[in-house]
């Protein structure tokens, strides 16, 4: 069968994904990513103002999986196109074409509740596609836990591995399911024999509080058990703000307003939906029992909070630097282009010219869609820096606390930064 899979890079398409590979079925992963491998498309479901858009990636497509999403609008993502507009001209296309088995993931609790725009798209997502002449099943999963990482899960991950558990004040009761058992579902609705028409919950078998998932994270890490550390509201409310800031940097961040009114509902359901189907939800204690944590869990665990300092501390780090050239160190950086030779109008327009690459530098790293770029412009500054100063004055390698030794650190944090730029 040859099926589509929108969102294919995501935790739950990219498994979804290699499952139906493994099966021998004919996968087109669709994303916006455009180096996903062979055979994938490149789609961007904000520009799908039309069913027309998605009729050239259709062709020859027997079934759709629908895994695309978004936790909150900010620049590039649009709530409101990936979760309704944009999908519901998708499946008008496969209305068109005569695509019968759409299955469309949704959101636990959305039938109950609506707290956000999330929320409220996604349902609106589910009642465009229940109008259409299809053989569609709709999925509404609980959060989703996997041996790879994204999103809520990675946080988890990240806050095991502190000392100590920080909880969010009014956290609701999570029903974790396994992405495997996600993964099996959809293989079970792809079967043309399958019902149709279904909407189905997908939970796992126990209910957590957010803490109680993070402790088991931390105790299959292998790490002896930290208490919790209950968060005051405004404390809480600072992080949500400041996660809404960086994704109008283009930084996806799982904690964010969006998060904060969801998350007080819970994503908890009901499990009898899978046991109908004859799926038997494994536990996330079984799940941890038979994939032991390596040490590539543990080092992710344990650099998540860290990465998004490594970038605060370089970008801060070029904007001071642009600042303080053009101030404080004004005399110091003219002082030593004098001792190098190069003075008056050429020693200024030099200075000038360094602070305002620096101070791009920062801004380009700060900026998700051209950080890598700002990281590798860093890092050729840098020994185009080490490289001038050594031959105007070579007497700074001699001083400990002079640029030259400076310089070497920081480069070293660059190559960091880009080891862990990609979040996929």
Same mark, same amino acid.
């Given at each position: 069968?040859?099926?589509?899979?929108?969102?294919?890079? #995501?935790?739950?398409?990219?498994?979804?994904?290699?499952?139906?590979?493994?099966?021998?079925?004919?996968?087109?992963?669709?994303?916006?990513?455009?180096?996903?491998?062979?055979? $994938?498309?490149?789609?961007?479901?904000?520009?799908?103002?039309?069913? =027309? %858009?998605?009729?050239?990636?259709?062709?020859?497509?027997?079934?759709?999986?629908?895994?695309?999403?978004?936790?909150?609008?900010?620049?590039?993502?649009?709530?409101?196109?990936?979760?309704?507009?944009?999908?519901?001209?998708?499946?008008?296309?496969?209305?068109?074409?005569?695509?019968?088995?759409?299955?469309?993931?949704?959101?636990? !609790?959305?039938?109950?509740?609506?707290?956000?725009?999330?929320?409220?798209?996604?349902?609106?997502?589910?009642?465009?596609?229940?109008?259409?002449?299809?053989?569609?099943?709709?999925?509404?999963?609980?959060?989703?836990?996997?041996?790879?990482? +994204?999103?809520?899960?990675?946080?988890?991950?990240?806050?095991?591995?502190?000392? =100590?558990?920080?909880?969010?004040?009014?956290?609701?009761?999570?029903?974790?399911?396994?992405?495997?058992?996600?993964?099996?579902?959809?293989?079970?609705?792809?079967?043309?024999?399958?019902?149709?028409?279904?909407?189905?919950?997908?939970?796992?078998?126990?209910?957590?509080?957010?803490?109680?998932?993070?402790?088991?994270?931390?105790?299959?890490?292998?790490?002896?058990? =930290?208490?919790?550390?209950?968060?005051?509201?405004? =404390?809480?409310?600072? &992080?949500?703000?400041?996660?809404?800031? @960086?994704? %109008?940097? #283009?930084?996806?961040?799982?904690?964010?307003?969006?998060?904060?009114?969801?998350? !007080?509902? #819970?994503?908890?359901?009901?499990?009898?939906?899978?046991?109908?189907?004859?799926?038997?939800?494994?536990?996330?204690?079984?799940?941890?029992?038979?994939?032991?944590?390596?040490?590539?869990?543990?080092?992710? $665990?344990?650099? %998540?909070? @860290?990465?998004?300092?490594?970038?605060?501390?370089?970008?801060?780090?070029?904007?001071?630097?642009?600042?303080?050239?053009?101030?404080?160190?004004?005399?110091?950086? &003219?002082?030593?282009? !004098?001792?190098?030779?190069?003075?008056?109008?050429?020693?200024?327009?030099?200075?000038?010219?360094?602070?305002?690459?620096?101070?791009?530098?920062?801004?380009?790293?700060? %900026?998700?869609?051209?950080?890598? +770029?700002?990281?590798?412009?860093?890092?050729?500054?840098?020994?185009? +820096?080490?490289?001038? #100063?050594?031959?105007?004055?070579?007497?700074?390698?001699?001083?400990?606390?002079?640029?030259?030794?400076?310089?070497?650190?920081?480069?070293?944090?660059?190559?960091?930064?880009?080891?862990?730029?990609?979040?996929?």
């Amino acid at each position: 069968m040859k099926i589509a899979v929108v969102g294919g890079t #995501g935790l739950i398409g990219s498994a979804i994904v290699a499952h139906l590979f493994s099966r021998g079925h004919s996968v087109v992963s669709m994303s916006r990513s455009d180096h996903s491998g062979p055979g $994938a498309h490149r789609v961007d479901i904000s520009e799908a103002k039309s069913p =027309a %858009y998605w009729l050239p990636h259709l062709d020859g497509i027997e079934a759709v999986v629908n895994c695309a999403g978004v936790l909150q609008d900010s620049p590039g993502d649009s709530t409101s196109m990936v979760h309704h507009h944009g999908i519901a001209n998708l499946f008008a296309a496969c209305e068109q074409l005569q695509i019968r088995r759409v299955i469309h993931f949704s959101a636990i !609790g959305v039938d109950r509740e609506t707290p956000s725009d999330f929320s409220r798209s996604k349902l609106a997502g589910d009642k465009a596609l229940m109008e259409r002449d299809l053989d569609w099943v709709i999925l509404r999963p609980s959060v989703v836990i996997g041996r790879a990482a +994204y999103g809520a899960s990675a946080l988890m991950r990240g806050l095991a591995a502190l000392p =100590a558990i920080p909880v969010m004040p009014n956290t609701g009761q999570l029903q974790i399911v396994l992405l495997e058992d996600v993964v099996r579902t959809v293989e079970h609705f792809l079967d043309p024999a399958a019902p149709a028409r279904q909407i189905i919950e997908l939970v796992g078998s126990h209910r957590y509080s957010f803490g109680a998932v993070v402790a088991l994270f931390r105790r299959w890490c292998r790490w002896p058990p =930290a208490r919790e550390l209950h968060l005051p509201r405004f =404390a809480s409310s600072l &992080m949500y703000k400041f996660g809404d800031m @960086v994704s %109008y940097l #283009g930084w996806r961040p799982p904690v964010r307003s969006t998060a904060e009114r969801e998350i !007080g509902r #819970g994503a908890v359901g009901n499990l009898e939906d899978m046991q109908r189907l004859g799926l038997h939800p494994k536990s996330l204690p079984e799940f941890f029992a038979s994939e032991p944590a390596s040490v590539q869990e543990r080092w992710f $665990a344990g650099m %998540y909070l @860290v990465k998004p300092a490594i970038f605060v501390v370089l970008s801060l780090f070029w904007l001071s630097t642009a600042f303080v050239s053009l101030g404080p160190g004004w005399g110091y950086g &003219m002082g030593l282009m !004098g001792e190098g030779g190069v003075e008056g109008t050429a020693a200024t327009l030099t200075i000038i010219a360094g602070a305002l690459a620096d101070l791009v530098i920062g801004l380009a790293i700060a %900026y998700r869609p051209t950080s890598r +770029y700002g990281l590798y412009a860093a890092i050729a500054i840098s020994f185009a +820096y080490a490289i001038i #100063g050594t031959i105007l004055v070579p007497r700074l390698w001699a001083d400990p606390l002079g640029p030259m030794l400076k310089i070497w650190p920081i480069i070293v944090l660059h190559f960091a930064a880009l080891a862990v730029l990609e979040d996929r």
